[in-house]
């Protein structure tokens, strides 16, 4: 079984006509930053990047300077997770088993996944299967699916869409049905829907599918700042990110 919808819907975000997929490993390739505070840390930060990012990237744009410069008691992992993982169905399994579940044997307490783009759409797939294993997710201008399914939802409004008989190839109408969960407040609250906070620019080509879920968030959970979808709005909603009391500090 293949992964049909979302090969379509990657061929539109992909607007260049070749790309590379990379190689689909055995275990994920990772780079990893930990905390310089004198007792170890019991947070991991797992990151996720889009389509056309390196984990690398993350570095040279200045996502870890800018936790480290805050003092937050966190270790971080940033995961190779491209497209490749995505199109051979092997993501939630190597995130499940080559970084959390190492992560809790190691005595993590919270693990916090954040995705930009692509790796929004990874975060709430790994979310869907594994949400009691984590302990928060964070997504920058998440790519979510095909524009007309979105179209359907937002006419609908989220909690009132019905996502009717999914077919099982289906993969972005299965996860826009779990993704509604956090409409329904008996729901959003247990264990499986873990909290869900999401940041984009105001002119960002994905902003339509944040704004479906921002509605039916709680207050504060979803922020937005100038720019499109490129590095700058997303490091100014990091650093945001980064200064609500969410994390702890290095005491």
């Given at each position: 079984m293949?992964?049909?919808?979302?090969?379509?819907?990657?061929?539109c975000l992909?607007?260049?006509?070749?790309?590379?997929?990379?190689?689909?490993?055995?275990?994920?390739?990772?780079?990893e930053?930990?905390?310089?505070c004198?007792?170890p840390?019991s947070?991991?930060?797992?990151?996720?990047p889009?389509?056309?990012d390196?984990?690398?990237?993350?570095?040279?744009?200045?996502f870890?300077?800018?936790?480290r410069?805050?003092?937050i008691?966190a270790?971080?992992?940033i995961?190779?997770?491209?497209?490749?993982?995505y199109?051979?169905?092997?993501?939630?399994t190597?995130?499940?088993?080559?970084?959390?579940?190492?992560a809790r044997?190691k005595?993590?307490e919270?693990?916090?996944?954040v995705?930009?783009?692509?790796?929004?759409?990874?975060s709430l797939?790994y979310?869907?299967?594994?949400?009691?294993?984590?302990?928060?997710?964070?997504?920058?201008?998440p790519?979510?699916?095909?524009?007309s399914?979105l179209?359907?939802?937002a006419?609908?409004?989220?909690?009132?869409?019905?996502?009717?008989?999914?077919p099982?190839?289906?993969?972005?109408?299965l996860?826009?049905?779990?993704i509604?969960?956090?409409?329904?407040t008996?729901?959003s609250?247990?264990?499986?829907w873990?909290?869900l906070?999401?940041g984009?620019?105001?002119?960002?080509r994905f902003?339509?599918?944040?704004?479906?879920i921002?509605?039916?968030?709680?207050?504060g959970r979803?922020?937005?700042?100038?720019g499109?979808?490129e590095?700058?709005?997303?490091?100014?909603l990091?650093?945001?990110?980064?200064?609500?009391?969410?994390l702890?500090?290095?005491?």
């Open positions: 293949k992964i049909t919808s979302l090969a379509a819907c990657l061929s992909l607007l260049t006509a070749c790309m590379a997929t990379g190689i689909v490993k055995s275990k994920l390739d990772v780079i930053d930990a905390a310089s004198k007792a840390a947070i991991l930060i797992v990151l996720l889009g389509a056309y390196k984990p690398d990237d993350f570095v040279q744009q200045g870890v300077a800018a936790l410069q805050r003092k008691a270790d971080i992992v995961a190779d997770t491209h497209i490749g993982y199109t051979s169905e092997h993501l939630v190597r995130l499940h088993e080559d970084i959390v579940v190492p044997n005595g993590y919270k693990i916090w996944m995705g930009i783009s692509l790796g929004g759409y990874g797939l979310a869907r299967e594994h949400g009691a294993d984590i302990d928060g997710l964070f997504l920058m201008a790519f979510l699916g095909n524009r399914l179209a359907e939802i006419r609908a409004g989220l909690s009132g869409w019905q996502a009717g008989d999914i099982k190839a289906d993969y972005d109408r996860l826009w049905s779990w509604k969960g956090y409409s329904d008996a729901i609250t247990q264990a499986d873990p909290p906070y999401i984009y620019g105001t002119e960002d902003a339509g599918s944040s704004r479906i921002e509605k039916v968030l709680p207050p979803v922020t937005t700042t100038d499109g979808h590095w700058l709005p997303w490091q100014h990091w650093a945001g990110f980064l200064d609500r009391p969410l702890p500090r290095c005491e």
